[in-house]
């Protein structure tokens, strides 16, 4: 069984920076593909970033260029690095993963972490 724990969020002013982390905690599991989705309230959650195991990324065209998406397969780690931020940035920011155990994949989310902007 797999669980996946969040960190980083929190309150910033409008062009700062915030980084967020989730890892997978466990074991007997292997980790797929991880990444982020967040949800501002009156909104559908939305998918900002994700990675695959092999690095391969892809982001949503409103956070190109100033979001950056990593991880560390060592750790079972995503990390969002979250540059220039804008009001609109603020959301609930839930990380996922495909968890594989004996060839199946199954999707894990965390908890959520809240990230708000101020102008």
């Known amino acids: 069984q797999a669980q996946l724990v969040e960190s980083g969020g929190g309150l910033v002013q409008a062009g700062g920076s915030l980084r967020l982390s989730c890892a997978a905690s466990?074991?007997?599991?292997?980790?797929?593909?991880m990444g982020w989705h967040r949800q501002a309230p009156g909104n559908i959650r939305e998918h900002v970033a994700g990675?695959?195991?092999?690095?391969?990324?892809n982001y949503a065209d409103s956070v190109k260029g100033r979001f950056t998406i990593s991880r560390d397969n060592a750790k079972n780690t995503v990390y969002l690095q979250m540059n220039s931020l804008k009001p609109e940035d603020t959301a609930v920011y839930y990380c996922?993963?495909?968890?594989?155990?004996?060839?199946?994949?199954?999707?894990?989310w965390g908890q959520g972490t809240q990230v708000t902007v101020t102008s």
């Open positions: 996922f993963a495909e968890v594989v155990t004996g060839g199946r994949g199954t999707d894990y």
């Open positions: 466990g074991s007997g599991f292997s980790v797929s593909a």
């Open positions: 990675i695959t195991n092999g690095g391969s990324t």
